[in-house]
Antibody, heavy 126, light 106 residues
Framework: EVQLVQSGAEVKKPGESLRISCQGSGYSFTNYWIAWVRQMPGKGLEWMGIIFPGDSATYYRPSFQGQVSISADKSTSTAYLQWTSLKASDTATYYC???????????????????WGQGTLVTVSS | DIQMTQSPSTLSASVGDRVTITCRASQSISSWLAWYQQKPGKVPKVLIYDASTLESGVPSRFSGSGSGTEFTLTISSLRPDDFATYYCQQYKSFYTFGQGTKLEIK
């Protein structure tokens, strides 16, 4: 079964750093893009950025560039979303999701998000 | 950036109704569009991809159509389980979600 399992909920203070994770299983982790999506309380879905674990190619939505960093560890099939200095406005649920793929035979760069991780609630409050 | 605009933002309907949600792209995205369903506190679930392809396991009362800049999601006969928020998403160039349509019980 293809699965993405995210790390647990976090409660942090403004200015603190944080890294949340998303571990893939049941498929070739290095061949598929992993996206991160933010959902602020009571709001819609926002695509934040994406990484291709095979070569760590990373792209950010402009509004998130410089605010977060996305990385991946091929050895543990895990993608990460990281903040160096959290703000109260970072309070949200963060989802990872699998999207396009690239193999030696074929590449589909953009695709629907499926599956999704279960979400990680990040609460930033003094 | 490709912008996605859904309408309506809220839709009130009854069990058994046929409902349609519209999604417009700010530029042509061919058929690179997906629809998701999200219930409160739950993970989004893909219903339709490539504008009109039903995801495996999704009931046939859901259907998608359109290409270019205009797309629709139709639920042919609402069931109680369908009351949720629906999002469109373009994947022609990176990714953008619509703002969501909340489908409420009338």
């Amino acid at each position: 079964e293809v699965q993405l399992v995210q790390s647990g909920a976090e409660v942090k203070k403004p200015g603190e750093s944080l890294r949340i994770s998303c571990q893939g299983s049941g498929y070739s982790f290095t061949n598929y893009w992993i996206a991160w999506v933010r959902q602020m309380p009571g709001k819609g879905l926002e695509w934040m950025g994406i990484i291709f674990p095979g070569d760590s190619a990373t792209y950010y939505r402009p509004s998130f560039q410089g605010q977060v960093s996305i990385s991946a560890d091929k050895s543990t099939s895990t993608a990460y979303l990281q903040w160096t200095s959290l703000k109260a406005s970072d309070t949200a649920t963060y989802y990872c999701a699998r999207s396009g793929y690239c193999t030696r035979i074929n590449c589909v760069t953009y695709s629907r998000f499926d599956p999704w991780g279960q979400g990680t609630l990040v609460t930033v409050s003094s | 950036d490709i912008q996605m605009t859904q309408s309506p933002s809220t839709l009130s309907a009854s069990v058994g109704d046929r409902v349609t949600i519209t999604c417009r792209a700010s530029q042509s995205i061919s058929s690179w569009l997906a629809w998701y369903q999200q219930k409160p506190g739950k993970v989004p679930k893909v219903l339709i991809y490539d504008a009109s392809t039903l995801e495996s396991g999704v009931p046939s009362r859901f259907s998608g159509s359109g290409s270019g800049t205009e797309f629709t999601l139709t639920i042919s006969s609402l069931r109680p389980d369908d009351f949720a928020t629906y999002y469109c998403q373009q994947y022609k160039s990176f990714y953008t979600f619509g703002q969501g349509t909340k489908l409420e019980i009338k």
